[in-house]
């Protein structure tokens, strides 16, 4: 065992050699903000459906408004950052409201939620989705700063690139863990109440609630009309409950799939509070690695006037160049909007579509004391696919940099953006002939009628290699190109650009529940290949300012 130790000890040396000291720390106090930015991704729009029986378009709603916060505070946060010179004060701060915000979520309210208090429990829970973010936005962006003032130094300016792809490997091992621990919380509190999880299930039982369910006539039963999609779907649960038996019982049927809804959003919703809950002790664990790691950090104090004035590397820079930098990081920040649109769709349509046509039957992970079985888990592939691939892409940029070959920084970005366009390429090809989701809103299809997992799979593995293309590396390259006075807040607006892009999403949503699938995804070919032939176009007058 300690042998073992030893080698990831050694591999861990060898990797972050001719890098600086405060990386890997940064990088692993990171890993609980992603750990929980990774399990809102999987798990907030079908909280908001199952909570409180919200259709895609309001909960897509929610979801962009929510991701578009995350982002353009980070932009506000890189303002109070850069005015009171403090990063490491105003990080500290956003990791200690952002558990706050998870405390918020995590706090188990009825369910379902009775409707003359919907609105009230509604609000209160974008209010911790707010706090969330407001905390985020103290937290990413500034952190993302320091960790470019690191490569300010001359002795590690030239392994910027890796640096920033290595900080953007080890953050994303929080986000592996993320999906799996909100769905085993969640399938693990359904098993202890003597339920199982079924993806169809929470819909469906909003629908009986409210009266909306379709119903069909049970031929050769005699039976009067009878919910069959939500009898169905009852049935198919494991472990057996009461409710499978009465859900048999023709004379009864009604009442009995009412009282079955009633407890099963409860239990469901409730076990998703306590996945929120799980991301508090990420947070703990992030606090606890940034203190003990912060005389690693740079520090950078408040300064007055006369510093500033006195200060060589903002002097040095003439207005005329600050104005290009400025200019070019503006034309990036526009072309990546497309990207994150597309990109982030997979919190709210990728996992709409896990859920509607994906047969997860083959996906049931038994631990005992719980099963990893759900939608969710499609959210890890993201960061397992981002911690394997980054060391091959490094190693390719590496071997073409060795040959005078390697590419600019803002052509990595275009070529990322045609890689993201051929992601759903294979999305719009594999949907070919899936009905429309209103044909089965109240009847889900069978497991046999659905696709294989392996084109979401497929998807994840195109758009992760797409993403190693443009997001470190759109950060690095922010941190190359902004004068040193603006870093803070042009970090914050990368993150502000993203913010766009995600308050968009909802128009996926959108898009999700009243076209074919095919055009959905065509939407975002057109995106991404619209963003990459502006980014070619304007290729060698950002060149030649990063130069």
């Excluded at 819909?203 to 379709?214: F, N, V």
């Excluded at 394997?388 to 190693?395: E, Y």
Aim: aromatic letters at 14%; proline letters at 4%.
């Amino acid at each position: 065992m300690s042998e073992l130790k030893n080698k990831r000890e050694l591999k861990l040396k060898i990797m972050f050699k001719n890098h600086p000291k405060g990386l890997l720390a940064a990088s692993l106090a990171n890993m609980g903000e992603r750990f929980g930015f990774y399990t809102m991704m999987a798990i907030l729009v079908l909280f908001l459906q199952a909570k409180f029986g919200l259709n895609g378009k309001d909960a897509g709603l929610i979801y962009s408004i929510f991701y578009f916060s995350i982002y353009i505070l980070a932009f506000v946060g890189g303002l109070i950052a850069d005015k009171l010179r403090n990063y490491q004060g105003t990080i500290l701060t956003g990791l200690i409201i952002m558990a706050v915000g998870y405390f918020i979520m995590a706090f188990p309210t009825p369910s379902p939620v009775p409707v003359d208090q919907k609105v009230l429990f509604l609000i209160v829970t974008c209010f911790g989705l707010f706090t969330i973010a407001f905390g985020n936005g103290l937290f990413k962006g500034n952190l993302q700063a320091l960790v470019g003032q690191m490569y300010d130094n001359p002795t590690y300016s030239k392994m910027r690139d890796s640096g920033f792809s290595l900080f953007y490997m080890f953050i994303n091992v929080g986000a592996i863990f993320a999906p799996f621990t909100a769905i085993g919380v969640r399938n693990w509190w359904l098993s202890k109440h003597g339920l199982g999880y079924n993806a169809n299930l929470p819909a469906l039982c909003h629908q009986q609630i409210e009266g909306t369910l379709q119903t069909t006539k049970v031929v050769g039963t005699g039976a009067l009309d009878n919910a069959q999609g939500l009898a169905e779907n009852v049935f198919a649960l494991d472990p057996v409950s009461k409710f499978q038996v009465l859900a048999t019982e023709a004379s009864n049927t009604t009442g009995n799939l009412s009282e079955f809804a009633n407890q099963y959003l409860n239990v469901f919703n409730t076990g998703f509070h306590y996945a929120f809950a799980c991301a508090i002790v990420a947070m703990a664990i992030s606090l606890t690695i940034y203190l003990v790691n912060k005389k690693r950090f740079p520090k950078v104090q408040k300064k007055s006037a006369t510093d500033q004035a006195n200060d060589s590397t903002v002097a040095e820079m003439s207005v005329k160049e600050i104005k290009q930098r400025l200019y070019a990081l503006f034309a990036v920040f526009g072309i990546v909007i497309f990207f994150w649109f597309s990109f982030h769709q997979n919190g709210l349509t990728l996992t709409m579509f896990a859920r509607d046509y994906t047969d997860l039957s083959g996906i049931n992970i038994n631990l005992g004391f719980t099963t990893i079985k759900g939608a969710e888990i499609f959210q890890s592939v993201n960061p397992i696919f981002i911690v394997l691939l980054t060391p091959i892409i490094m190693g390719l940029f590496g071997w073409l940099r060795s040959k005078g070959k390697e590419p600019s920084t803002p052509k990595k970005i275009a070529i990322g953006m045609g890689i993201a366009a051929s992601a759903y390429v294979v999305m719009a090809l594999g949907s070919k002939g899936l009905p429309l989701f209103s044909a089965i809103e109240s009847s889900p299809l069978s497991d046999a009628a659905k696709v294989t997992p392996m084109l979401l799979i497929g998807t994840y593995l195109i758009l992760t290699i797409a993403e190693l293309f443009i997001s470190p590396l759109g950060i690095s390259f922010v941190s190359k190109v902004a004068p040193p006075q603006y870093q803070g807040i042009m970090q914050g607006g990368w993150l502000g650009a993203t913010a766009i892009g995600n308050q968009l999403l909802f128009i996926g949503a959108i898009l999700y529940e009243n076209v074919p699938l095919w055009i959905t995804w065509g939407v975002f070919v057109v995106a991404c290949v619209l963003s990459m032939f502006t980014m070619l176009f304007m290729l060698k007058w950002l060149e030649r300012i990063t130069d």
